[in-house]
């Protein structure tokens, strides 16, 4: 079933069915974030309850930071985003392997050592529901720098040997997707009706920036492009240009990618 874009950054193009359930249920939004007394529990967790059967019809812009080789960043755009696992992981590790971009020992060694099975990753896409360059380099920063994603470089990040291979496989990316909030863990709905209660005169202190995962693998059709470095948009997305530690273009200098200035 086709869905409406909704922009998060710009509550005044919301759709009339969503502007008028959180304008019928302003009350009770207001005063839970204003911690009044109000609104009780029973009758704010009825209100969340309904805002996020309306937000089932609706998509948000996500993306994805991460690090991947050619051949990867054009399957996304054939296939979609499938869901991480051991599995996966492994198939990526053997094609590296068959193409010689890695040799077998240490293909076996990356195979072994993994948290692709760990509860916070297994069958979890996880996106940044707002530009990443809202979040720091600290934030942001280490999913670029490795191929493989947390999943590989949490465990070799201080193997010399193991982690210099992983940088040079492979380039940054960020990949821009349309994801369906019902194929969302959880919803952003806090995030809804805060930004709304602002685009109201309210002023909140609580964050309205939203992050979450995908519990549902994603079509081609909602994989808008996958953004390399040093593209343009790279660099307006990440704002990396500032980065200190951890600019990529040191990274690259310090893989032999271009040559110092």
Same mark, same amino acid.
């Given at each position: 079933?086709?869905?409406?874009?909704?922009?998060?950054?710009?509550?005044?193009?919301?759709?009339?069915?969503?502007?008028?359930?959180?304008?019928?249920?302003?009350?009770?939004?207001?005063?839970?974030?204003?911690?009044?007394?109000?609104?009780?529990?029973?009758?704010?967790?009825?209100?969340?309850?309904?805002?996020?059967?309306?937000?089932?019809?609706?998509?948000?812009?996500?993306?994805?930071?991460?690090?991947?080789?050619?051949?990867?960043?054009?399957?996304?755009?054939?296939?979609?985003?499938?869901?991480?696992?051991?599995?996966?992981?492994?198939?990526?590790?053997?094609?590296?392997?068959?193409?010689?971009?890695?040799?077998?020992?240490?293909?076996?060694?990356?195979?072994?050592?993994?948290?692709?099975?760990?509860?916070?990753?297994?069958?979890?896409?996880?996106?940044?529901?707002?530009?990443?360059?809202?979040?720091?380099?600290?934030?942001?920063?280490?999913?670029?720098?490795?191929?493989?994603?947390?999943?590989?470089?949490?465990?070799?990040?201080?193997?010399?040997?193991?982690?210099?291979?992983?940088?040079?496989?492979?380039?940054?990316?960020?990949?821009?997707?349309?994801?369906?909030?019902?194929?969302?863990?959880?919803?952003?709905?806090?995030?809804?009706?805060?930004?709304?209660?602002?685009?109201?005169?309210?002023?909140?202190?609580?964050?309205?920036?939203?992050?979450?995962?995908?519990?549902?693998?994603?079509?081609?059709?909602?994989?808008? @492009?996958?953004?390399?470095?040093?593209?343009?948009?790279?660099?307006?997305?990440?704002?990396?240009?500032?980065?200190?530690?951890?600019?990529?273009?040191?990274? @690259?200098?310090?893989?032999?990618?271009?040559?110092?200035?």
């Amino acid at each position: 079933m086709p869905r409406t874009q909704l922009d998060l950054d710009r509550p005044s193009s919301w759709p009339a069915a969503l502007t008028n359930y959180l304008d019928e249920h302003h009350d009770v939004f207001r005063a839970w974030e204003a911690k009044t007394g109000q609104a009780s529990a029973p009758l704010f967790d009825a209100a969340m309850y309904g805002l996020r059967d309306v937000l089932r019809a609706y998509e948000i812009r996500g993306w994805h930071c991460t690090h991947l080789t050619d051949a990867e960043a054009d399957e996304l755009l054939r296939d979609g985003m499938h869901l991480p696992n051991v599995e996966t992981l492994a198939r990526r590790i053997d094609l590296l392997a068959k193409t010689g971009s890695i040799k077998p020992q240490i293909a076996l060694r990356l195979k072994s050592e993994n948290w692709a099975d760990q509860e916070n990753r297994v069958g979890k896409v996880w996106f940044s529901f707002f530009p990443p360059r809202r979040t720091d380099e600290c934030g942001i920063g280490p999913f670029f720098r490795h191929w493989g994603g947390e999943a590989l470089y949490r465990c070799h990040q201080e193997d010399p040997v193991i982690s210099s291979i992983l940088r040079r496989i492979g380039t940054p990316r960020l990949v821009e997707v349309d994801v369906p909030i019902a194929s969302l863990g959880r919803y952003p709905d806090c995030s809804i009706y805060r930004r709304y209660l602002v685009s109201r005169g309210y002023r909140s202190n609580e964050p309205t920036d939203f992050q979450g995962y995908s519990k549902h693998p994603l079509l081609a059709e909602n994989v808008r @492009r996958v953004i390399s470095y040093p593209e343009r948009d790279f660099y307006c997305l990440t704002n990396c240009s500032e980065w200190r530690t951890y600019a990529l273009e040191q990274e @690259r200098r310090n893989r032999g990618d271009i040559a110092p200035t």
